[in-house]
Structure formats: structure tokens, C-alpha cells
């Protein structure tokens, strides 16, 4: 219902690491954590740049 939130956080997290804002990118890595807490969403994060972990890379529902 609200995964959509999500998405808009990867967004932005994704362009500020292709614009040179590490420290807004690692704030947004806390936000979409702090996100699926909120919505109790289980996510999945593929990232070649940062391997698999959660809270960065591109985010996928799973279940």
C-alpha cells in the first residue's frame, strides 16, 4: 500500500550518488530503513556497486 515510498527513497538516493552527495545518499540509506520499519515491508537489495545488503542498491519487495 505505501511500498510506493520506497521507490521515491531509491530515487533520490540513486541521484544523489550520481551527482557527488555521499552524505545525502547515507541519510537516504537510513531513511528507506527507517521506512520499512514503518510499513513493515521486507525488502531486497541488489546492488553490484555495494553487493547484497539491506538498505541500499536498487530495492525489491519480497516476501
Do not use: Y
Not at 12 to 34: H, I, K, T, W, Y
Not at 36 to 45: F, K, L, Q, S, W
Amino acid at each position: 500500500m505505501n511500498d510506493w515510498i520506497l521507490d521515491v527513497l531509491d530515487d533520490l538516493r540513486s541521484f544523489a550518488r550520481q551527482n557527488g552527495m555521499p552524505a545525502l545518499a547515507q541519510e537516504l540509506d537510513q531513511a528507506v530503513d527507517v521506512a520499512c520499519r514503518e510499513i513493515g515491508a521486507t525488502i531486497r537489495v541488489s546492488s553490484p556497486e555495494f553487493g547484497q545488503r539491506r538498505g541500499t542498491g536498487k530495492v525489491t519487495k519480497g516476501h
